[in-house]
């Protein structure tokens, strides 16, 4: 079973900031916190990871808080290309066996 | 390749029919792996390749199913007497080595009639 929470849709207006959250309560301390996107009739693609520091790259941010129970993935300025499911997984970082749950559904609407 | 590729894109079978989907990695990458994707749900794990290594096998549905990567790069995952359930989509991914981001291919969607 899948180790993360995510609600199951959100809205956002286009050019506006999407917060995507995520809950990994039971996360171990040498799992690292994947974010994947999937558009739709596409395989997924890989956005951002972290293991305890917030990190940034040209797609996205990753917020982890202090406790790394939860985190959040910014979309700082979403356009419509990113309505997509998104997958927030922890992964040992041992093998990278993903174990994918249900996900986001992130509509962007002009 | 740019990408890991997938073949064919589009599979219609008959019940009972064996199939046989094709992937092939980003050259170099070491690690394989095959998801199975029902219609609105997430992919699932099937199996799992270091090399010509199968490691994991755990996600397999059934013995019907079977997947190899005899020369440690291109894979096949075969289904034999397909059924109705069996129709989803089949998604490859590979990385550079265990632990790294994968790469999807854009998958096999089969459909058993």
């Known amino acids: 079973d899948a180790k993360t929470t995510q609600p199951p849709s959100m809205d956002c207006a286009e050019g506006r900031a999407a917060n995507l959250p995520c809950n990994h309560s039971t996360i171990s301390g040498n799992e690292y916190v994947y974010w994947y996107r999937q558009i739709h009739s596409q395989g997924p693609q890989y956005i951002i990871h972290?293991?305890?520091n917030n990190e940034t790259n040209e797609m996205a941010s990753l917020i982890i808080t202090e406790d790394r129970k939860s985190s959040t993935l910014i979309l700082p300025h979403a356009t419509l290309r990113d309505t997509a499911v998104y997958y927030c997984i922890v992964e040992s970082g041992n093998t990278g066996k993903l174990i994918f749950g249900q996900g986001t559904t992130l509509q962007v609407k002009p | 390749g740019a990408g890991v590729s997938q073949s064919p894109r589009y599979k219609v079978a008959k019940r009972g029919q064996d199939v046989a989907l094709r992937c092939d990695p980003i050259?170099?990458?070491?690690?394989l792996f095959w998801y199975q994707q029902a219609l609105g749900q997430g992919p699932e794990f099937l199996t799992y390749?270091?090399?010509?290594?199968?490691?994991?096998k755990s996600g397999l549905p059934s013995d019907r199913f079977f997947a190899e990567r005899p020369e440690g790069s291109v894979s096949t995952l075969k289904i034999q007497r397909t059924q109705q359930e069996d129709s989803a989509v089949y998604l490859c991914?590979?990385?550079?080595?265990?632990?790294?981001?994968?790469?999807f291919g854009s998958g096999t969607q089969l459909s058993v009639l």
């Open positions: 991914a590979s990385s550079f080595r265990g632990g790294e981001k994968l790469f």
């Open positions: 050259s170099g990458h070491v690690s």
């Open positions: 972290g293991l305890k």
């Open positions: 390749f270091q090399n010509e290594a199968q490691l994991d």
